[in-house]
T-cell receptor, first 113, second 115 residues
């Protein structure tokens, strides 16, 4: 299995509080991604990174920020959590190139109450 | 921008039978890759099969095969000899060979294999 770990695996937080999800990889892959999964929508891209300090927005980036200060870590922050951000969040990694398989973490279930 | 459409939210098949999951996509890219991912109840995302757009031959992986129709922008997944362990959500995904290197997913098809 690819070395990719998400933490925490489950979290319940209150509306308006900041939340940070962590993705850690041991594969030294260049690309890292954050997706959210909601019923009827599949997986939608929030942000991705193509190198240290190089990030870009996805389709559903509003309300989220990311940082990548080291190759192995990609952080997703919800500055002020809202109920609409209740979801399952997946981190993925890829060595790059379209044909390269993307490996996914186990997912984080976030509930905002 | 690319879009991926899976028009079958749910499907059911009897064990040992064959089932086909549909996927269509829209893109202006000339070179790209298509994937089917499986997500069992464990929530783990598992790559089932991939197809390079420049290859005419349809990809196969054991009981899984695809029907890739580039002109029609169609990419269906056929599962032969269905097994109970095939019960899962299946996602079709697209990635272009240039520009943004991130997968675009369809909304998924929930497949239930009945004993």
């Amino acid at each position: 299995d690819a070395g990719i770990t998400q933490s925490p695996r489950h979290k319940v937080t209150e509306t308006g509080t900041p939340v940070t999800l962590r993705c850690h990889q041991t594969e030294n892959h260049r690309y890292m991604y954050w997706y959210r999964q909601d019923p009827g929508h599949g997986l939608r891209l929030i942000h991705y990174s193509y190198g240290v300090k190089d990030t870009d927005k996805g389709e559903v980036s509003d309300g989220y920020s990311v940082s990548r200060s080291k190759t192995e870590d990609f952080l997703l922050t919800l500055e002020s959590a809202t109920s609409s951000q209740t979801s399952v969040y997946f981190c993925a990694i890829s060595a790059g190139g379209g044909n390269t398989e993307a490996f996914f973490g186990q997912g984080t279930r976030l509930t905002v109450v | 921008a690319q879009t991926v459409t899976q028009s079958q939210p749910e499907m059911s098949v009897q064990e040992a039978e064959t089932v086909t999951l549909s996927c269509t996509y829209d893109t202006s890219e000339s070179n790209y890759y298509l994937f089917w991912y499986k997500q069992p109840p464990s929530r783990q995302m598992i790559l089932v099969i991939r197809q390079e757009a420049y290859k005419q031959q349809n990809a196969t992986e054991n009981r899984f095969s695809v029907n890739f129709q580039k002109a029609a922008k169609s990419f269906s997944l056929k599962i032969s000899d269905s097994q109970l362990g095939d019960t899962a959500m299946y996602f079709c995904a697209f990635i272009a060979d240039t520009g943004r290197r991130a997968l675009t997913f369809g909304s998924g098809t929930r497949l239930q294999v009945q004993p």
